[in-house]
């Protein structure tokens, strides 16, 4: 019997079970074929440690020392450029991110394609940066096996019981695995995986957020160039191995599934980033779609479940899994009996599923 075991191979659960292998032994399973498969595998990469709940802020601005020691982190910049209506949106954007507002000119030296005919006001700020999504997976990864834990992928669970010494998952092809507490890292799913286990769920919400692959604006070098959005979230754009990501940045809720981009959605956004920028779109390479799944207070939900303790959540990261995981790990391995995670009462009480009970 496993002293953890862990449902769901994506960022939130393998930082976790990084943590948690100091405790005890941990068996981390995932559905897929391969980790970080769903929502942490089509992430926006990008670490902005003001974006979010004030609790998930908490944890990601925690998380900066260990992600830059982690060697996970570049340079990327943010900027937001608003049309001369969105000035409310516009304002509120530069206080919650703290950016510092720019001319027009200062913003078209650092982003060229800006459509002055449409770009009333514009900020920025350096603080933002790159993500290594797939070192941080895979480092977190290692480390869960370097402390003794297993890793299995394509272990699907079908069906989850209790007894007094713990849980017995059984998984798509009849196996069972035991363990003493049970981690619930399963993302969208998460809801889902307590149902099974007789507990019910938080109100997590699956939100479907597409992406299109669009060629480097033509004669641009666009390695440099900021994460770019539009006032409000109606839109965002940024730079990934040479290619020019745009979001139109929705929010659909959806059932927990592979999710996929919806062509009119798409087209949509790209409308909406269209009007800013002076350079057409007149090519889609590929597109794709993820869920970002959240509470519904937006806060992630980290910690024994108040109806039974051995049952631990690590769920809600609604798109911020990545900027959050070192700090959210520590808060689990603090709900799990380890070292004190050095947040306030306040924090872990803003975190922990007993605001749902």
């Given at each position: 019997?496993?002293?953890?075991?862990?449902?769901?191979?994506?960022?939130?659960?393998?930082?976790?079970?990084?943590?948690?292998?100091?405790?005890?032994?941990?068996?981390?399973?995932?559905?897929?074929?391969?980790?970080?498969?769903?929502?942490?595998?089509?992430?926006?990469?990008?670490?902005?440690?003001?974006?979010?709940?004030?609790?998930?802020?908490?944890?990601?601005?925690?998380?900066?020392?260990?992600?830059?020691?982690?060697?996970?982190?570049?340079?990327?910049?943010?900027?937001?450029?608003?049309?001369?209506?969105?000035?409310?949106?516009?304002?509120?954007?530069?206080?919650?991110?703290?950016?510092?507002?720019?001319?027009?000119?200062?913003?078209?030296?650092?982003?060229?394609?800006?459509?002055?005919?449409?770009?009333?006001?514009a900020?920025?700020?350096?603080?933002?940066?790159?993500?290594?999504?797939d070192?941080?997976?895979?480092?977190?990864?290692?480390?869960?096996?370097?402390?003794?834990g297993?890793?299995?992928?394509?272990?699907?669970?079908?069906?989850?019981?209790?007894?007094?010494?713990?849980?017995?998952?059984?998984?798509?092809?009849?196996?069972?695995?035991?363990?003493r507490?049970?981690?619930?890292?399963?993302?969208?799913?998460?809801?889902?995986?307590?149902?099974?286990?007789?507990?019910?769920?938080?109100?997590?919400?699956?939100?479907?957020?597409?992406?299109?692959?669009?060629?480097?604006?033509?004669?641009?070098?666009?390695?440099?160039?900021?994460?770019?959005?539009?006032?409000g979230?109606?839109?965002?754009?940024?730079?990934?191995?040479?290619?020019?990501?745009?979001?139109?940045?929705?929010?659909?809720?959806?059932?927990?599934h592979?999710?996929?981009?919806?062509?009119?959605?798409?087209?949509?956004?790209?409308?909406?980033?269209?009007?800013?920028?002076?350079?057409?779109?007149?090519?889609?390479?590929?597109?794709?779609?993820?869920?970002?799944?959240?509470?519904?207070?937006?806060?992630?939900?980290?910690?024994?479940?108040?109806?039974?303790?051995?049952?631990?959540?690590?769920?809600?990261?609604g798109?911020?899994?990545?900027?959050?995981?070192?700090?959210?790990?520590?808060?689990?391995?603090?709900?799990?009996?380890?070292?004190?995670?050095?947040?306030?009462?306040e924090?872990?009480?803003?975190?922990?599923?007993?605001?749902?009970?």
């Amino acid at each position: 019997m496993h002293d953890f075991l862990i449902i769901g191979g994506g960022i939130a659960g393998l930082s976790s079970g990084a943590r948690l292998a100091g405790l005890g032994s941990v068996l981390l399973i995932e559905g897929e074929g391969q980790l970080g498969y769903h929502a942490s595998g089509r992430s926006a990469a990008l670490y902005e440690a003001d974006y979010g709940a004030p609790a998930t802020v908490t944890l990601a601005r925690a998380s900066g020392e260990e992600l830059a020691d982690m060697n996970v982190l570049s340079p990327r910049g943010f900027m937001a450029g608003a049309q001369a209506h969105e000035e409310a949106a516009f304002a509120k954007d530069c206080a919650d991110l703290h950016m510092r507002r720019i001319t027009l000119a200062e913003a078209q030296a650092i982003v060229p394609i800006l459509n002055p005919d449409r770009v009333a006001f514009a900020a920025h700020t350096d603080a933002a940066q790159n993500i290594d999504t797939d070192l941080m997976v895979q480092t977190y990864a290692r480390r869960l096996r370097e402390r003794g834990g297993t890793v299995r992928t394509g272990a699907l669970v079908a069906g989850i019981r209790r007894d007094d010494e713990g849980w017995t998952a059984t998984l798509a092809g009849g196996e069972e695995l035991r363990a003493r507490r049970l981690v619930n890292a399963a993302g969208a799913w998460a809801d889902r995986i307590a149902a099974l286990a007789g507990l019910p769920g938080i109100g997590l919400t699956p939100f479907r957020r597409s992406i299109a692959q669009l060629p480097a604006p033509e004669g641009h070098d666009i390695r440099a160039w900021p994460m770019l959005f539009g006032a409000g979230e109606t839109w965002y754009a940024k730079t990934e191995a040479g290619k020019w990501l745009v979001s139109p940045a929705d929010e659909d809720p959806a059932e927990p599934h592979d999710a996929w981009a919806d062509d009119m959605v798409l087209a949509e956004g790209l409308a909406r980033y269209e009007e800013m920028v002076t350079a057409p779109v007149t090519r889609v390479e590929t597109s794709w779609a993820g869920l970002r799944s959240f509470a519904p207070d937006r806060t992630l939900v980290l910690g024994p479940d108040p109806l039974d303790p051995a049952f631990i959540w690590c769920a809600g990261q609604g798109g911020q899994g990545f900027l959050s995981a070192p700090g959210a790990a520590r808060v689990m391995e603090e709900a799990a009996g380890g070292d004190p995670s050095g947040f306030l009462p306040e924090i872990l009480a803003a975190l922990s599923p007993a605001r749902f009970r």
